[in-house]
């Protein structure tokens, strides 16, 4: 297989594959309902031995563990080793631990794709657990700010990532003449999706009136327009395809990856179009180019997306419809599970629920779970390949992979 990957034009590298997947509901588990506390490493360690049974591996066929960042509120520091540890695995490639804000999980599963495709290892684990409900609201806030902007600069303004959002949603219903009501439909959407979806932490009905009529969190953005905090954990056990063949289980292969990063950190300080998600566009078209494939090929699409806004700008940068088109055509029933370009089966940040680190692992597994068509209700017919992509700071950058069943 050969391909850029990015950025390594006339690099040769082999297949990849996932072979095994797992995850929790997405949900709150600080204290179980007898009170005693469920801890971090626990919840992961559950998963990675679930996603191995399902690939059919022993802890000895285990080359490598990437884990993501699990957040600096954990109270286990090196928790890869420690993990790693306590799954009782002997690693030959490496144990490592990686981090990027939200893209932190995408980063976790391409570090591992990465040291399968050079040969240095046959089957890697990427895993990831975050425990987001465990600090105090105040001490999360304060831990946001210093992570999205220039601490002495642009932090004592008390900005948040989700005001960025709503800056941005402003200026998308004002400079498209567009009523509050056709961006808020996206999340009537996402809702309907986790209704479907067992690993969803919101599953309720939800309607428009009530959308509308929640209580603002940051103008124009209400409390069902923007994701709730929570905990959750995810594994991915990615192989060689020459080995995913021979155990002759399905699996998906990964055709490919594209990534781009604007060179700033998180809120640029030069002006620009603020509805224009250019490196989401140029991450997707590198992936698309690499697997030889036109975005008219892919079938469902699972985009990191935290507000409402952010789905319809990324699924505009991702050219699955003009400038401006993104809300209305969520809202015309395109992006459904049963529509023209679905999007976010799994019922998005919003609804599936977005425990930050962990997030785009859960794209992962959405996108596995329809490729191998076992995702029941809201199983997206004859899907063949799959495009995910996650971000780092109001898309500052975007990666983005594409995956092609194979059964």
């Known amino acids: 297989m050969q391909g850029s990957s990015g950025g390594s034009s006339g690099a040769i ?3 990849a594959a996932i072979l095994g997947y797992a995850a929790v509901p997405v949900g709150v588990y600080q204290r179980a309902a007898s009170g005693q506390e469920i801890l971090e490493h626990e919840l992961a360690a559950g998963v990675v031995l679930d996603a191995m049974a399902m690939a059919g591996l022993e802890k000895r ?3 490598g563990v990437v884990v993501a960042h699990p957040g600096d509120h954990t109270r286990q520091c090196y928790f890869h080793t420690f993990l790693t540890s306590h799954l009782g695995i002997r690693a030959s490639s490496s144990v490592i631990q990686v981090l990027g804000n939200g893209m932190t999980g ?11 495709e050079s040969g240095l290892a046959d089957c890697v684990l990427s895993v990831g657990v975050h425990f987001e409900t465990g600090m105090p609201t105040a001490e999360h806030l304060d831990y946001s700010i210093r992570l999205t902007g220039d601490v002495d600069f642009q932090t004592v303004f008390g900005a948040v990532p989700i005001a960025w959002y709503a800056m941005d949603a402003q200026r998308y219903l004002h400079e498209h003449r567009m009523p509050r009501a056709t961006l808020a439909s996206i999340a009537i959407k996402n809702r309907e999706h986790a209704r479907r979806n067992p690993l969803a932490q919101y599953r309720g009905p939800l309607t428009l009136d009530e959308v509308l009529q929640a209580r603002p969190i940051v103008e124009p953005l ?3 327009e923007v994701p709730g905090r929570a ?3 995810a594994a991915l056990v990615v192989v060689s395809e020459d080995l995913a063949r021979e155990s002759g289980r399905d699996y998906v292969r ?4 594209g990534f781009e990063h604007e060179g700033l950190h998180q809120i640029s300080d030069r002006p620009g179009d603020a509805l224009d998600y250019a490196t989401l566009r140029v991450a997707a078209s590198r992936a698309l180019a690499d697997a030889g494939v036109s975005l008219n090929d892919i079938d469902t699409f699972q985009v990191y997306a935290p507000c409402t806004i952010v789905e319809a700008l990324g699924t505009e940068a991702l050219g699955l419809f003009p400038r401006g088109h993104g809300a209305p055509a969520a809202q015309a029933g395109y992006t459904r599970y ?3 370009r679905p999007v976010n089966t799994c019922g998005g940040c919003l609804s599936r629920g977005h425990p930050p680190e962990v997030t785009p692992l859960y794209d992962l597994v959405e996108a596995v779970t329809q490729l191998l068509g076992r995702a029941q209700t809201r199983q997206v017919q004859d899907a063949r390949l799959a495009l995910t992509a996650c971000e780092l700071g109001k898309y500052n950058a ?4 594409v995956l092609e069943a194979c059964r």
Request: charged share 30%; glycine share 12%.
């Open 13 to 15: 590298r082999r297949s």
């Open 61 to 63: 066929d285990v080359d």
């Open 106 to 116: 995408g980063h976790a599963f391409d570090v591992a794709l990465q040291q399968v």
């Open 222 to 224: 209400g409390l069902f």
């Open 231 to 233: 905990d959750g954990a």
């Open 254 to 257: 990964v055709r490919s990856r």
């Open 338 to 340: 049963d529509g023209r």
């Open 398 to 401: 975007a990666l983005v992979h």
